[in-house]
């Protein structure tokens, strides 16, 4: 093997302790997870409720702090940053989509794409910006506002905001949480799209198997530990995995 072959990540956790609370109300919410998320592919976080996800997210991300155990974006150990330096990794590196999709009702959708942009006091690279806005299918919308949108076109403009600033990795929270079926479809459809046609990274939160599916691979949380990975799922065979948690816990 040559070092060409190697797979660069683009987040990882190593040994990642999360512990909330002290004495009797201690909760372990992480309980030394090591996972990778590698460059160039989009992977689905899958487990019961309170198995961990969210906090392993929010722990890859930089949004909260680990116990022990350290997190990475690409080479950059989060631990060793400061409070300004954190924020601004986050700011330049990583783009977020959440349940509720958190626009400025204020501002158009063309402003809300190119608010994170225009927080950092800059252009950003406006070809890609245009091609992204082709990618999520927004083009004759851009001058509407938020409140003019259904929930699907809403959460189009978040997960094309989460992008331009070509973050090395997008971290989505339930993404289609508030969606119907056919609006989650084509939100989950285009975070698949800006994977494979931008060669960008997404770890997605769900607790849909269906969502699941549109991921190239599923890690499973089960009481704050990684407990399988699936390549290339679909939604009967991620049930399947989520029925026998049940069925052993
Ligand atoms: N801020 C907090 N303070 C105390 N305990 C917390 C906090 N955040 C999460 N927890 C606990 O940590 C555990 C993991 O929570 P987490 O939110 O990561 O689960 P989850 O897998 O995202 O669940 P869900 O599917 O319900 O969103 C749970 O037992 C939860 O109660
Ligand atoms: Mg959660």
Redesign the pocket.
């Known amino acids: 093997m040559t070092a060409t072959t190697a797979i660069r990540t683009a987040a990882r956790v190593v040994d990642a302790v999360k512990v909330?609370?002290r004495g009797d109300t201690e909760?372990r919410?992480l309980d030394g997870v090591s996972v990778d998320f590698p460059v160039g592919r989009f992977t689905a976080i899958m487990?019961?409720?309170?198995?961990?996800?969210?906090?392993?997210m929010h722990c890859a991300a930089g949004l909260d702090t680990l116990t022990s155990g350290t997190a990475y974006i690409g080479d950059t150990h989060l631990g060793g940053l400061d409070d300004r330096r954190l924020t601004l990794l986050r700011r330049d590196r990583v783009g977020f989509v959440f349940q509720a999709f958190n626009l400025v009702p204020t501002l158009s959708v063309a402003e809300n794409i190119t608010l994170p942009l225009d927080l950092a006091g800059g252009q950003g690279d406006t070809e890609w910006i245009d091609a992204l806005i082709d990618v999520v299918g927004l083009r004759d919308r851009l001058h509407h506002r938020p409140s003019e949108l259904s929930g699907g076109q809403q959460q189009r403009v978040a997960v094309a905001r989460a992008f331009a600033g070509q973050p090395d990795v997008v971290f989505a929270d339930?993404p289609t949480g508030n969606l119907d079926s056919r609006s989650g479809d084509e939100v989950l459809g285009l975070l698949g799209r800006a994977v494979r046609q931008t060669s960008r990274t997404v770890v997605m939160?769900t607790?849909d198997p269906v969502a699941a599916a549109h991921a190239d691979e599923v890690v499973f949380?089960a009481d704050?530990r990684l407990v399988d990975r699936m390549e290339s799922p679909t939604a009967d065979k991620v049930l399947d995995r989520m029925k026998a948690f049940e069925v052993s816990s």
């Open positions: 909330y609370g909760v919410a487990g019961p409720s309170g198995s961990g996800k969210s906090t392993l339930e939160v607790h949380l704050g």
